[in-house]
């Protein structure tokens, strides 16, 4: 088992940027992918991006970027989501999740944190 809990969101202007934190606990280094993933009001959940312990590569939906930045630190077990240049779009609930391989999908991951709501205001 691998638990979640991501902290950081909150309300932020047009162009302004937001950090994002998930504390993993448990099982983590069995589940080498960590991804973010949103998900707006009436909409699909949607990739962000993901990252992996080992390595720290990164991958990013075209949408974030050059905007977002996804980094972790594995001392403290935790893997971060930088976003700026935000914009009202990116307006949703943001959750980290973790995976064993890399995905898009929300399918690829086995566990979820509870979310952190962005709001971006015009």
């Known amino acids: 088992q691998v638990q979640l809990v991501e902290s950081g969101g909150g309300l932020v202007q047009v162009g302004g940027s937001l950090s994002l934190s998930c504390l993993a606990s448990g099982r983590t280094f069995s589940n080498n992918v960590m991804g973010w993933f949103r998900q707006a009001p009436g909409k699909e959940r949607e990739f962000v991006g993901a990252i992996t312990w080992r390595s720290g590569s990164t991958y990013y939906a075209d949408s974030v970027k050059g905007r977002f930045a996804i980094s972790r630190d594995n001392a403290k077990s935790t893997v971060y989501l930088q976003l700026n240049s935000l914009k009202p779009e990116d307006t949703a609930v943001y959750y980290c999740?973790?995976?064993?391989?890399?995905?898009?999908?929300?399918?690829?991951?086995?566990?979820w944190g509870q979310g952190t709501q962005v709001t971006v205001s015009s």
């Open positions: 999740a973790a995976s064993t391989r890399l995905g898009p999908s929300p399918r690829d991951y086995d566990y």
